[in-house]
């Protein structure tokens, strides 16, 4: 059976008071206990709200992301074993903004997949295609080739311990949702190449988390699919009510 989740991706959004208060509503708006809850604030909020959370079993806490360095002269970054130690068990690697901004190429993501794992965080790893390549209709050689390069060097107890998010990058932040036969069509591919790489027991537990303007509208019909298994919010995971109705479309 595959967990059901939805993670909040805060983004660099909410000062701490303003975190704890929304982290303070869901945890009493979200009343769907068989839904693992995961909250992604930015790196200073990490221990607060691992401390909020700590009493309930359906709730965690992600960063957004983690260095891909164990340690060093690198001002302003954050290792992998420092978002552990706040107490977060999750972390979000390969995110298209990252890509984007960041410039995190596949050789990165390999390196931040090895040290959260080490550092024993669970990876939510991204992977989406463009506007360009849905276009071209290569989006399913574009997700093959996330998955080969960014992912498929890992061992299977190791692949068997992340989550993937399928988040096409011009649905995020867009207000165009995939509609759920193109989400479905994708996460069914996703589960197939993971199958040849890695078998059925692998693929058949693995949770696939759809991303890109998933809402309180739309999120039951994609829910519904079979090879969803709940979302990556961004936007609608900073109001309580938005967010919790969304834990409930399952
Ligand atoms: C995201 O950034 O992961 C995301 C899915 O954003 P939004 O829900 O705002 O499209």
């Given at each position: ?11 660099m ?22 839904v693992l809850?995961?909250?992604a ?6 221990s ?22 164990q ?32 410039n ?13 794992l ?15 390549e849905?276009n ?16 498929f ?9 992340t ?6 990058v011009?649905?995020?932040?867009t ?13 069914d591919?996703?589960?197939?190449e993971?199958?040849k ?5 692998i693929?058949d537990?693995?949770?696939?988390l759809y991303?890109?303007?998933?809402n ?35």
């Amino acid at each position: 059976m595959r967990r059901k989740i939805v993670a909040g991706n805060w983004k660099m959004n909410k000062t701490l008071i303003q975190g704890l208060q929304l982290a303070d509503e869901i945890l009493s708006a979200s009343t769907s206990a068989e839904v693992l809850k995961i909250i992604a604030p930015p790196f200073t909020h990490l221990s607060a709200i691992a401390e909020k959370i700590k009493s309930r079993t359906d709730f965690a806490v992600a960063a957004q992301d983690c260095h891909h360095l164990q340690n060093g002269a690198y001002t302003g970054e954050v290792s992998a074993e420092m978002v552990a130690s706040t107490g977060a068990n999750y972390v979000i690697i390969g995110h298209s903004e990252r890509r984007l901004y960041a410039n995190e190429t596949n050789d990165i993501l390999i390196q931040k997949l090895n040290r959260a794992l080490s550092a024993r965080l669970i990876p939510i790893f991204c992977i989406g295609e463009s506007i360009d390549e849905r276009n071209a209709k290569t989006h399913l050689e574009a997700i093959r080739a996330q998955l080969k390069d960014g992912l498929f060097h890992l061992s299977s107890p190791d692949f068997g311990k992340t989550i993937i998010a399928y988040e096409p990058v011009w649905a995020i932040g867009t207000g165009v949702t995939a509609t759920s036969y193109q989400a479905q069509g994708v996460h069914d591919f996703i589960r197939t190449e993971i199958n040849k790489k890695y078998g059925k027991e692998i693929s058949d537990n693995i949770s696939i988390l759809y991303g890109g303007s998933c809402n309180a509208q739309n999120a039951k019909e994609l829910f519904a699919c079979a090879d969803i298994d709940g979302g990556l919010i961004g936007g609608a995971s900073l109001k309580s009510a938005d967010f919790s109705a969304i834990t409930n479309s399952f």
